[in-house]
């Protein structure tokens, strides 16, 4: 359940190029999400990818730690705010969570900022 498996990582070129062309971002600062429904067969309701500019963080260890704090906060939450809420819907979706803030927030901040993008996500999936 407070997994992050290799099957729930976006890997493939072909989604990752349709997932930037063709579906729906919003901004939930200091992230911003893009997502596409799919129907592509995998074994999760979502596959996600993590992203940090190297324009805002020169330093390769900054977009590390960012992308370590995004990743757990969505490890912990998915479960509960999401999974639930596509399951139950019966969709899949691909999803790109970026980073756009200008500095290194704390990860209670981090915490708090995906539970609220969890939440917009689901919400608008489902429409």
Not at 23 to 35: E, H, I
Not at 63 to 77: F, P, S
Request: proline share 2%; hydrophobic share 40%; glycine share 4%.
């Amino acid at each position: 359940m407070y997994t992050f498996k290799k099957e729930e990582r976006l890997c493939n070129k072909k989604l990752i190029d349709g997932l930037f062309h063709n579906g729906s971002s919003f901004l939930c600062y200091p992230f911003r999400a893009s997502w596409q429904h799919t129907n592509a067969a995998q074994q999760f309701p979502v596959q996600i990818l993590f992203s940090a500019s190297k324009k805002r963080f020169k330093r390769a260890v900054d977009r590390n730690l960012i992308k370590r704090r995004m990743r757990e906060a969505y490890r912990l939450q998915k479960q509960s705010y999401l999974y639930n809420t596509l399951i139950d819907a019966d969709k899949k979706i691909v999803l790109s969570v970026g980073y756009i803030g200008k500095e290194i927030l704390p990860y209670d901040v981090f915490e708090k900022k995906m539970l609220k993008l969890l939440i917009q996500l689901g919400g608008e999936v489902i429409k």
